[in-house]
T-cell receptor
Framework: DQQVKQNSPSLSVQEGRISILNCDYT??????FLWYKKYPAEGPTFLIS?????DKNEDGRFTVFLNKSAKHLSLHIVPSQPGDSAVYFC?????????????FGKGTRLSVIA | KAGVTQTPRYLIKTRGQQVTLSCSPI?????VSWYQQTPGQGLQFLFE???????NKGNFPGRFSGRQFSNSRSEMNVSTLELGDSALYLC?????????????FGQGTRLTVV
C-alpha cells in the first residue's frame, strides 16, 4: 500500500526551463511534507519542506506547492540546471507523540539536458 | 559539524550469513532511523531508535534488528541473509526537539548478497 506516490519514474528537461516533479499521497493525516535529492552513491539530501498549514514554500530556485484537497504536492525548479540532475524523493510524516518516520515515494529521476 | 557516518560503505556477503551495519549520527542528534533502498522501491522504513529504545518499526521480518547505544550510535543486524536483502541501507539522524524535523542521511552501506 503506497501512501506516497511519485507516478513519474523519470523526467527530462532542458537547461533553463522549469522542472515540475509531482507527488500524491493517500493518508489525510500527513501534515508535513519534504523533498529530498539524491545523487548516485550518496545519501538523500534534504531540499525543501512544507507544513500542511501552508500551500506554498519557496527557497531560491525551489518552490513546493501543496494542494491538500487533492492530496497533491509538487516541486518546481526554475531555472533548471545540469547539476539538478538527480533522483528526487517526496516524503511525508504523520503527527505522533514524538518524531515520526518519514514515508517516502519511489522517486523521480530528473535529467537536465544542457 | 560532522555528518552522519555509516560503515562500511560496501559489503558483500553470502546467503545465510549475517551482517552488522553501523551508523554514527550527527552530534547531539538522539533519533536514528534506518531505511532500505532497492531499485524501484524507494526508501522503505526499517526502524527508528531514540534514547536506546526502538520507537517505531516498519514492516520487515524479524531477521532485521537493530539497537542504539548510549552515545546514540546505532547498529542494524540482518541474519540469515537472502538475495533479496541486497540493497542500499541508509541511516538518518534527527534532533528530537520538535516534531517533523528533517532527517539527515548518511551515504549508506551498499550490501550485496551472493
Amino acid at each position: 500500500d503506497q501512501q506516497v506516490k511519485q507516478n513519474s519514474p523519470s523526467l527530462s528537461v532542458q537547461e533553463g526551463r522549469i522542472s515540475i516533479l509531482n507527488c500524491d499521497y493517500t493518508n489525510s493525516m500527513f501534515d508535513y511534507f519534504l523533498w529530498y535529492k539524491k545523487y548516485p552513491a550518496e545519501g538523500p539530501t534534504f531540499l525543501i519542506s512544507i507544513s500542511s498549514i501552508k500551500d506554498k514554500n519557496e527557497d531560491g530556485r525551489f518552490t513546493v506547492f501543496l494542494n491538500k484537497s487533492a492530496k497533491h504536492l509538487s516541486l518546481h525548479i526554475v531555472p533548471s540546471q545540469p547539476g539538478d540532475s538527480a533522483v528526487y524523493f517526496c516524503a511525508a510524516s504523520v503527527p505522533n507523540s514524538g518524531n515520526t518516520p518519514l514515508v517516502f515515494g519511489k522517486g523521480t529521476r530528473l535529467s537536465v539536458i544542457a | 559539524k560532522a555528518g552522519v557516518t555509516q560503515t562500511p560503505r560496501y559489503l558483500i556477503k553470502t546467503r545465510g550469513q549475517q551482517v552488522t551495519l553501523s551508523c554514527s549520527p550527527i552530534s547531539g542528534h538522539r533519533s536514528v532511523s534506518w531505511y532500505q533502498q532497492t531499485p524501484g522501491q524507494g526508501l522503505q522504513f526499517l526502524f527508528e531508535y531514540f534514547s536506546e529504545t526502538q520507537r517505531n518499526k516498519g514492516n520487515f521480518p524479524g531477521r532485521f534488528s537493530g539497537r542504539q547505544f548510549s552515545n546514540s550510535r546505532s547498529e542494524m543486524n540482518v541474519s540469515t541473509l537472502e538475495l533479496g536483502d541486497s540493497a542500499l541501507y541508509l541511516c538518518a539522524s534527527s534532533w528530537e526537539g520538535q516534531l517533523n524535523t528533517e532527517a539527515f542521511f548518511g551515504q549508506g552501506t551498499r550490501l550485496t548478497v551472493v
